[in-house]
Structures are given as C-alpha cells and as structure tokens.
C-alpha cells in the first residue's frame, strides 16, 4: 500500500501563488509517475499535472501551462505543485495521485492506483 497526504492549500487572491505537497509513504519504491487531479464543484476531476519518476520529463494540461509547475524530490517522498498567478478558475480540491505506468504520463485518473485525500484551494477574485 502506498499513502499519500497533500498539503498546501488553502485561500488565495487572484494573481497569488501557492504551493502544494505530496507526501508518499509506504511501498513507494514500486512508485513511478506521480500526478496532480483537481476536481472543482460540478465539475469531473480533470488531469492537471504530471511527473516521471526520475523527475526529468513532465507534462502539464494546457489549462495550467505557464502557470502550475510539477517538481518532486525523491529524498524527501514528495511531489509538488507550484501554483503562480492562480485565478477563481482554479478553485477546486486538488488531489494527489500515484501511478505504476512507466512508459508515459498517464492524463487518465484510472491509470493512477493511488489518491490523497486531497486538499482545498479557493482563490478569491
């Protein structure tokens, strides 16, 4: 079993920045890609970001692009998310997930085996 705990949310202005974590416990050495769902009121959990184990190749939905950027620090168990000139489009909880698919970035919250239990943001126009 692997756990993971997000952390990081919270109330923000438009314009503002915030910065999420992923904390992985557990059998994390079977861990490859990690990846960030936001799943906002109404709407289905959309594919936000992702990153390989190795950290060297990332992908980010268009809808974040040049705004969010996924890192991860496998010392440390963790993945994050840097969040910049955040807008009410982004309010949502944001969920971290993990994924045994090696050959690409999954963008299907199927492919992923674990979830956080994920951790607010709202950002206020």
């Known amino acids: 079993q692997v756990q993971l705990v997000e952390s990081g949310g919270g109330l923000v202005q438009a314009g503002g920045s915030l910065r999420l974590s992923c904390a992985a416990s557990?059998?994390?050495?079977?861990?490859?890609?990690m990846g960030w769902f936001r799943q906002a009121p109404g709407k289905e959990r959309e594919f936000v970001a992702g990153?390989?184990?190795?950290?060297?190749?990332?992908y980010v939905a268009d809808s974040v692009k040049g705004r969010f950027t996924i890192s991860r620090d496998n010392a440390k168990n963790t993945v994050y998310l840097q969040m910049n000139v955040l807008n009410a489009e982004d309010t949502a909880v944001y969920y971290c997930a993990a994924s045994y698919v090696t050959s690409t970035i999954p963008t299907l919250g199927s492919m992923y085996a674990f979830w956080g239990q994920g951790t607010q943001v709202t950002v206020s126009s």
């Open positions: 990153i390989n184990w190795s950290g060297f190749s990332t």
């Open positions: 557990g059998r994390t050495f079977s861990l490859n890609t």
